[in-house]
């Protein structure tokens, strides 16, 4: 895949595009919520496993003009809301009704795939064949596969529960009918039914996602002409934080031939991503791109590709942006940084990078404490605070002990000089950005050329300050 564009599909009411190439191959996307990343998900499904997802809309025996109505009808799900013009779908260039779906060999799971993977029935457990015919992924005769290739799926599956994730819990088959059962040697424990019931329900998130992983691995074609792509769309919110950094390293190790797409809305995940990847010296191989929404709808860009405030001064200044231009560049670059700290700021869930800047703007506190290249956040300091005040000592300072541990969290060095920044760049924002962004020029007493070197002074010592943060934490 060098080029992915969605249009007019779910949350995508207007073009998008992805660019990879040939070297930097791989993509990993963050988007929060409802940022569109689950519909980028659904492209893909789309583009490689059409034909499957046609056979269960599609009546068996029916009428031609009764199979027409109901492809037509299956299509419209996939329209963005509210639109009535066709999807658009293309990769390479080449129509999802066009590409040759024989020159990829693709594989794809969700954390909603994974986690629907246990049969609705009394017995609750894992059933290799079901797991993998659930699954999207390229192989054409399931049962064939799984009868001739189970012992080694097993074999390759504790191999990595214990060397790559540090497990105390093995897999074996239960049956003919390929029913694992699962083993916890030191706690004397052994079932193949009734598996929430008795074991951890991250650790068997973690067996069901790593039978498909080393299945895939097993069906991996050595035809150099087929293209092999690996699509993982939140898999890590099903498994133990502890495993986030194996699983990370587990990918990069074992796929390293596969071109990978993985999609995530948890900060930390994808942040702990980024580091693996520049530890092992592979940022040249990764497209990181972001997707984030506004009243426009849902946006896409890659952080270190877009125009920084200095390359928006020095086209403002040599003629190339217009007074209803330069606004647009500035309120872009500006939403930018500002996601761009959520993610270092690891904040996610309730309290979405969208709602930082009213956050900040109303004096709401931010707890964080840079330490030994390593971001603290509210979870450290609740955790710190309790260690003081559960302590055994009779120190009588404990509650004085406690307020300055808030104190340094509070009080971080960066965040000081950012927020009143963002601050005065909501300000800037009110009275000029938007009114430049949306052409009101005319609104305005002239053209207030001071305002906006103003305001690109500002940014720029924003964007320093932002880089500044990444360092003392070791995030660059």
């Not at 984030?292 to 946006?299: L, P, V």
């Not at 009213?358 to 390593?374: C, E, H, M, Q, W």
């Not at 007493?445 to 002074?457: A, D, H, N, T, Y």
Request: net charge neutral; proline share 2%; charged share 25%.
């Amino acid at each position: 895949m060098e080029k992915l564009e969605i249009n007019h599909f779910k949350a995508f009411g207007n073009r998008i595009a992805f660019i990879l190439s040939a070297q930097r191959k791989n993509l990993l996307l963050y988007g929060e919520n409802g940022a569109g990343k689950t519909s980028v998900y659904e492209a893909l499904k789309l583009l490689f496993f059409r034909d499957r997802l046609l056979k269960g809309k599609i009546t068996i025996g029916g009428t031609p003009e009764q199979r027409q109505n109901e492809e037509e009808a299956f299509y419209k799900e996939y329209q963005h809301k509210g639109d009535t013009v066709d999807i658009e779908l293309k990769l390479n260039g080449i129509s999802y009704k066009d590409i040759n779906r024989t020159a990829y060999q693709s594989f794809m799971i969700s954390n909603i795939d994974v986690e629907s993977l246990f049969p609705s029935n009394t017995k609750d457990n894992l059933n290799l064949v079901n797991i993998l015919k659930k699954a999207y992924i390229d192989c054409d005769d399931i049962d064939s596969f799984v009868s001739g290739n189970v012992g080694k799926i097993i074999s390759e599956v504790n191999i990595s529960l214990s060397q790559d994730f540090i497990e105390n819990i093995n897999i074996g088959q239960e049956n003919t009918d390929f029913d694992i059962f699962v083993e916890d040697v030191n706690a004397k424990l052994r079932a193949s039914e009734g598996l929430h019931t008795i074991f951890n329900e991250a650790k068997l998130n973690l067996v069901r996602l790593l039978l498909i992983l080393e299945s895939i691995l097993l069906l991996k074609v050595t035809d150099t002409t087929k293209y092999k792509v690996l699509v993982l769309d939140d898999v890590v919110t099903s498994l133990d934080a502890s495993n986030r950094l194996y699983i990370t390293k587990y990918l990069l190790a074992k796929f390293s031939d596969f071109q990978k797409v993985v999609l995530t809305h948890n900060i930390g995940f994808n942040n702990l991503f980024v580091n693996q990847i520049k530890s092992q010296n592979k940022e040249n191989e990764w497209n990181f791109e972001n997707l984030y929404q506004t009243n426009c709808g849902a946006n896409l860009y890659d952080y270190n590709e877009l125009k920084t405030s200095m390359d928006i001064k020095r086209e403002f200044e040599g003629g190339l942006l217009q007074p209803n231009t330069v606004g647009n560049e500035i309120r872009k670059r500006f939403e930018a940084v500002v996601l761009e700290l959520s993610k270092i700021l690891q904040i996610e869930a309730s309290q979405e990078a969208k709602d930082l800047t009213t956050r900040l703007v109303n004096g709401k506190p931010i707890y964080i404490r840079a330490k030994s290249k390593k971001l603290l956040v509210g979870e450290d300091l609740v955790s710190s605070i309790s260690n003081i005040l559960n302590s055994t000592d009779n120190n009588p300072d404990k509650i004085q002990k406690a307020k300055k541990e808030i104190d340094m969290y509070q009080t971080n060095p960066n965040m000081q000089k950012i927020i009143p920044m963002i601050k005065e760049m909501k300000t800037y924002q009110k009275v000029m950005i938007h009114q430049l962004s949306h052409g009101k020029t005319c609104t305005m007493p002239g053209f207030i050329q001071k305002e906006v070197e103003g305001s690109m002074l500002l940014l720029a010592k924003l964007e320093a300050e932002v880089e500044t943060l990444k360092k003392s934490i070791g995030m660059m």
